[in-house]
């Protein structure tokens, strides 16, 4: 059982960063691939950027290639999402999620991902 919690959402000009913060609990974390996913009003949630157990592999959405990246401290029992360069379009509740991970694999879909964090909002103004 992996329960998650995110932080470090808030209202930012356009152009401007975050860096969201998913604090894991258990220990066990180490196991777990993670993934950052987000949902926008009216919209479905879509994923934005995943991260191997031992942090080796990352993959990115399109659309926050270059711009986003994704990170872990396995000893902090925390995975970071660093976003720069932030547009409107990026506005949406960010979650966190997570998956035990096997063999240094990515996961790309949100029903691969067994434990979900509450969200955080972010909101971006142009």
């Known amino acids: 059982q992996v329960q998650l919690a995110e932080s470090g959402g808030g209202l930012v000009q356009a152009g401007g960063s975050l860096r969201l913060s998913c604090a894991a609990s258990g220990r066990t974390f180490s196991s777990y691939a993670m993934g950052w996913f987000r949902q926008a009003p009216g919209k479905e949630r879509e994923f934005v950027a995943a991260?191997?157990?031992?942090?080796?592999?990352?993959y990115y959405a399109d659309s926050v290639k270059g711009r986003f990246t994704i990170s872990r401290d396995n000893a902090k029992n925390t995975v970071y999402l660093q976003m720069n360069s932030l547009k409107p379009e990026d506005t949406a509740v960010y979650y966190c999620?997570?998956?035990?991970?096997?063999?240094?694999?990515?996961?790309?879909?949100?029903?691969?991902?067994?434990?979900w964090g509450q969200g955080t909002q972010v909101t971006v103004s142009s």
């Open positions: 999620a997570a998956t035990l991970g096997y063999s240094g694999r990515i996961y790309l879909t949100d029903y691969e991902y067994d434990y």
């Open positions: 991260i191997s157990w031992s942090g080796g592999s990352t």
